[in-house]
C-alpha cells in the first residue's frame, strides 16, 4: 500500500515570505532579500516585477529597478519566528518540529481529536499565528512534505488519508526536489510527478539508485522521514568539569575522547543525530572560549577529540587560555550538539554514485588524526578587495566564522574579473621603471610620474612593458584608529607574453598576482 493509514497525519503551517517580513518591509514595496548575491525571498509586489527566487540580485535589479535590497539576517529570522513557535505550542499544539524560520510542522491526530477535527486544527492554527500579525497557512497531510505543498495552496487545505499520491499527481517533477532526478525524467518523458509514480518499483531501484528509490517513495505517497518533535526540556550536552585548573592540554584531550564517547552513545541512545558540536571551555579566570564543528553525523568520536586538540593547541599558541601566569588553565570542558535531527542513516548518491564529500570528510578525519586539525583545509571565500584577501584556508569539520560571510561586500575598489591565475601567498618584491631607469611612481591623484618601460619581479628577468592598465586606488581601514593605508594596484603586460598585478605601497613595488 502506497499510502499511510496508519501514520501520523502532519500539519504544517507556513508564514509566506517570512524572510521580508522579518526584515520590517513596508506593505507593498518591492523588496528582496538576498544571501550571497542571490534572492531567497521577495515580496508580492517584486513577484509581480518578474522578480523569482534563486534569481541572481543584477537580474533581480533589472527587472525591477526600484527594488530594495536587503541582506539576509537568518538571526533576526529566528528570533521572530519563535514568538510564532511559543505561541503555536503554548495554544495549539504542545509538540512541533522547527523546519525554518516560517515553516513548523507538527502531528495532527491528536490535536485534531482535541479541536474537533482537522479542519478545525488548520484555522485554529492559522487564527494563532494571524494574532501575532502574522499572514499564515496550514495544510494537514500523510506526510510533512505534501501538508507543505497543501499549506502553500492556502485555504486549510486538508490532504485525505491516504490521498498523497493523488494530490502530488498533476505537480512537476521538479517539485520532487531533486533536480538531476527530474532533468533526466523530463528526459525520458516524465513531467509530473504521476508519472514517475507509476513506474516500477523494481526497475526504479534497477535504474535509478538510493536517490531514485527516495524520490519514487514520496512521489507514491510515501514519507521521507517522520517529524522530529520539539520537546522543550531535552539537552545532551556532556560536561567535565576539573576539580583544580587544568594546565596540560593532554589530559584535557583525554577527556575530550571520553566525553565525545559519552555524547555519541546519547545521541545514539535517543535517535538522533547533530549537524554541529559545539566544543565550549572555561578558563580558571572565568572567560568562556567556544568553537563550533561541522558533525551532520560523520565524525567519529576520536575525530571530535582530534577538532578539540587543534584548537586547544591553536588557543594556547595565541595566549587565549592564560590565566596571567603565562600558563594555561582550565576548568570546565563541555560539547553540546546542535541541529539534532532523526537518525535516518546515509544514503548513496543519484544513479548509484558514491558520495564523494562525505567519503572525503572521513578521509579527512583520518589525515586530521595523524598529523594535526590543520593539515587538511578547504577554501572558503572571504571578503576583501586583493585576490589575496578574498579566501581563506579552513580547517575541514570546522564552521567559518561570521567574517567569511562578508564575501558580498560592499568592497569599494574590489579587484574585478578576469582572477589571476596564480595568487602569492606572500607578496614579490617588483620594480617597475621608466625608459631612463628610475622608479615609476603614483601620486596622490593616481597620475604616473613617467611612462612604464620595463618590470622586473624577483626571480625573474627584467622585460619590456607591452600595455598597463590603472592604476587604481584602495583605501583600507580609514576607520582604524591607528590610521588606514593607502595603496594603489595596476595590470601590466609584458613583451616576454605575461601579465602581473602589481601593488604600489609608500613608492615600494609588488607583484601580487600573475595572470599567466
Same mark, same amino acid.
Given at each position: 500500500m502506497t499510502g499511510a493509514t496508519d501514520s501520523v497525519r502532519v500539519a504544517v503551517v507556513w508564514v509566506p515570505d517570512f524572510p521580508v517580513l522579518a526584515c520590517g518591509a513596508e506593505d507593498g514595496a518591492p523588496v528582496a532579500v538576498v544571501h550571497r548575491g542571490a534572492v531567497v525571498a521577495c515580496s508580492a509586489s517584486a513577484r509581480a516585477a518578474g522578480v523569482r527566487r534563486h534569481m541572481r540580485l543584477r537580474t533581480a535589479q533589472a527587472r525591477c529597478p526600484g527594488l530594495r535590497v536587503v541582506e539576509r539576517d537568518l538571526a533576526a529570522e529566528v528570533r521572530l519566528f519563535e514568538q510564532v513557535v511559543h505561541r503555536v505550542e503554548t495554544d495549539v499544539v504542545p509538540r512541533l518540529e522547527v523546519i525554518r524560520p516560517g515553516l513548523l510542522a507538527a502531528p495532527a491526530r491528536g490535536a485534531a481529536r482535541y479541536w474537533g477535527g482537522e479542519r478545525q486544527l488548520s484555522v485554529r492554527l492559522v487564527d494563532t499565528v494571524a494574532e501575532l500579525g502574522l499572514p499564515a497557512r496550514a495544510g494537514i497531510a500523510d506526510n510533512t512534505f505534501v501538508a507543505a505543498l497543501a499549506a502553500r495552496r492556502g485555504d486549510g487545505v486538508v490532504v485525505p488519508a491516504d490521498g498523497n499520491a493523488a494530490f502530488l499527481s498533476p505537480y512537476p517533477v521538479g517539485v520532487l526536489g531533486v533536480p538531476r532526478l527530474s532533468e533526466l525524467l523530463k528526459q525520458l518523458g516524465m513531467r509530473t510527478v504521476g508519472d514517475f509514480a507509476r513506474l516500477p518499483a523494481g526497475r526504479v531501484a534497477e535504474r535509478l539508485g538510493a536517490e531514485g528509490i527516495g524520490a519514487h517513495r514520496v512521489a507514491r505517497g510515501g514519507s521521507a522521514r517522520p517529524v522530529s518533535v520539539r520537546t522543550a526540556v531535552q539537552d545532551h550536552t556532556v560536561r567535565r568539569?576539573? /576539580?583544580? &585548573? =587544568? %594546565?596540560?592540554?593532554?589530559?584535557?584531550?583525554?577527556?575530550?575522547? +571520553? *566525553? +565525545?564517547? =559519552? *555524547?555519541? =552513545? $546519547? *545521541? +545514539? +541512545? @535517543? %535517535? #538522533?543525530?547533530? %549537524?554541529?558540536? /559545539?566544543? @565550549? #571551555? =572555561? !578558563? &580558571?579566570? %572565568?572567560?568562556?572560549? !567556544? $568553537? !563550533?564543528?561541522?558533525? /551532520?553525523? $560523520?565524525?567519529?568520536?576520536?575525530a571530535v577529540a582530534e577538532r578539540v586538540r587543534g584548537v586547544l593547541a591553536a588557543w594556547s599558541e595565541t595566549g587565549l587560555l592564560d590565566t596571567g601566569d603565562g600558563e594555561p588553565g582550565i576548568r570546565r570542558l563541555a560539547l553540546r550538539p546542535d541541529g539534532i535531527a532523526p537518525d535516518t542513516g546515509s544514503q548513496g548518491a543519484f544513479d548509484g554514485e558514491r558520495d564523494t564529500p562525505v567519503e572525503v570528510e572521513r578521509a579527512a578525519a583520518r589525515v586530521q588524526a595523524v598529523l594535526g586539525h590543520r593539515a587538511v583545509a578547504r577554501i572558503v571565500e572571504a571578503g576583501g578587495r586583493g585576490p589575496g584577501d578574498r579566501i581563506r584556508l579552513v580547517p575541514v569539520g570546522d564552521v567559518p566564522d561570521d567574517g567569511a560571510g562578508a564575501a558580498g561586500g560592499p568592497w569599494p575598489g574590489l579587484l574585478p574579473a578576469p582572477h589571476p591565475a596564480a595568487v602569492y601567498p606572500v607578496r614579490r618584491p617588483a620594480r617597475l621603471t621608466g625608459t631612463d631607469g628610475v622608479p615609476v611612481g603614483v601620486a596622490g591623484r593616481l597620475e604616473l610620474s613617467a611612462e612604464p618601460a620595463f618590470l622586473s619581479v624577483d626571480g625573474r628577468s627584467r622585460a619590456g612593458v607591452s600595455g598597463w592598465a590603472g592604476p587604481w586606488p584602495v583605501l583600507e581601514r580609514w576607520w582604524a584608529p591607528d590610521g588606514g593605508r593607502r595603496v594603489a594596484r595596476m595590470q601590466v603586460t609584458t613583451d616576454d607574453g605575461h601579465a602581473w598585478l602589481l601593488l604600489v605601497d609608500r613608492s615600494r613595488w609588488w607583484a601580487e598576482a600573475h595572470y599567466g
Open positions: 568539569l576539573f /576539580e583544580v &585548573a =587544568e %594546565g596540560r592540554l593532554d589530559a584535557v584531550v583525554f577527556v575530550a575522547v +571520553a *566525553l +565525545a564517547d =559519552e *555524547l555519541h =552513545e $546519547r *545521541l +545514539a +541512545a @535517543a %535517535g #538522533v543525530v547533530c %549537524g554541529r558540536v /559545539e566544543a @565550549a #571551555v =572555561e !578558563t &580558571a579566570d %572565568g572567560r568562556i572560549l !567556544t $568553537r !563550533t564543528f561541522r558533525h /551532520e553525523g $560523520r565524525l567519529s568520536s576520536l
